[in-house]
């Protein structure tokens, strides 16, 4: 009999077949509220695991007994409870290193866009509002030259800081766990605390994953350290901010501006205040999703569960 995999996620019809090849598939779209109960049947029976933005909670992966392998189409892994995995010998694979190049380029939309009212200066055009040459009400600041603050210098922080350097100018100060000596040699980063770097950086872009020591790391004390003319920048998770002391900090103007990719709750309730400031870029979770990199992550996925359940190496095991 061919091992059973549960997919969570609609795949490309190619990585569908590559899988019935070898497996037995019971396919979702996506989780719903309607198709739950169905999801957690078909676990019963199930040896892998594949899908993506749904958390899986430890009851859900209980009601799979046979479980070898779970393959997340993300780099995050913040759906999981890593000790769960630990604890019961399951392997759960991820897919860094596709998706670095594509979130790179939306943050630095974020900062383009956050700096230079992209977004707000577009609906003004569409609005018709555009009747003479603009004034400075709506001049935004300059993006060049200016001090890029990186707090967590993995993949995507080297590639954000990459962009800054070469293509921006800007000097970057970053805060890690440990020193980048290849982006100070490379990049001219220098490594501050993380005080330093929220005092000094006049960008400051949260790099981190989610986990119970990041999780609500910036709130009132952090914002208060930044320059009054400081844009914050969030594609990692919504959850490593104090979402009400972000939004009170833009309101009584601690800080400049914000871009953000992430939020608290996704998607973004309706009656956030998020949605009514004039300095924010609010984009619907979208760091990795091209054509091209959502092809290639589920790609990866299914190379990794594939791997997984042949009892081969797997190349990006998260636990
Ligand atoms: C990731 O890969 O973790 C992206 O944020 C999509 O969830």
């Not at 019935?20 to 598939?25: G, M, N, P, R, T």
């Not at 003479?132 to 060049?144: D, P």
């Not at 969030?234 to 009584?252: F, P, W």
Request: net charge neutral.
């Amino acid at each position: 009999m061919k091992p059973h995999v549960v997919v969570y996620k609609k795949l490309p019809e190619h990585l569908v077949q590559r899988l019935q090849a070898e497996f037995d598939l019971t396919l979702f779209d996506r989780i719903t509220d309607d198709n739950r109960a169905d999801f957690i049947a078909a676990l019963a029976t199930a040896h892998g695991m594949i899908g993506a933005s749904l958390p899986i909670t430890n009851a859900m992966l209980e009601a799979a007994p046979q479980l070898k392998i779970v393959s997340t189409i993300s780099v995050g892994v913040d759906n999981f409870d890593l000790d769960y995995f630990r604890q019961r010998g399951l392997m759960l694979a991820h897919t860094p290193g596709v998706l670095t190049e594509a979130t790179a380029d939306t943050i630095f939309a974020l900062i383009l866009a956050s700096a230079r009212r992209v977004v707000e200066l577009a609906e003004y055009v569409k609005a018709g509002r555009w009747k003479g040459s603009i004034g400075e009400a709506q001049f935004g600041v300059n993006v060049h030259g200016k001090t890029l603050g990186l707090i967590g210098m993995g993949r995507i922080g080297s590639a954000v800081a990459r962009r800054a350097h070469h293509g921006f100018g800007m000097p970057i100060l970053y805060h890690n766990r440990r020193p980048d000596p290849e982006a100070e040699r490379e990049l001219g980063a220098r490594y501050v605390s993380k005080e330093d770097l929220l005092a000094q950086a006049d960008f400051v872009c949260v790099m981190l994953p989610l986990t119970p020591q990041t999780e609500r790391m910036f709130g009132a004390p952090e914002f208060a350290l930044m320059k009054r003319s400081a844009i914050f920048i969030n594609a990692s998770r919504g959850r490593i901010v104090d979402e009400a002391a972000l939004i009170a900090a833009l309101q009584d103007k601690t800080i400049h501006g914000a871009g953000l990719d992430v939020f608290e709750v996704e998607p973004l309730p309706l009656q956030s205040p998020l949605l009514k400031l004039p300095n924010v870029v609010a984009l619907p979770h979208i760091g990795s999703a091209t054509h091209e990199t959502r092809l290639a992550m589920a790609e990866l996925a299914v190379t990794n569960l594939i791997a997984g359940l042949r009892g081969e190496p797997v190349a990006h095991l998260a636990v």
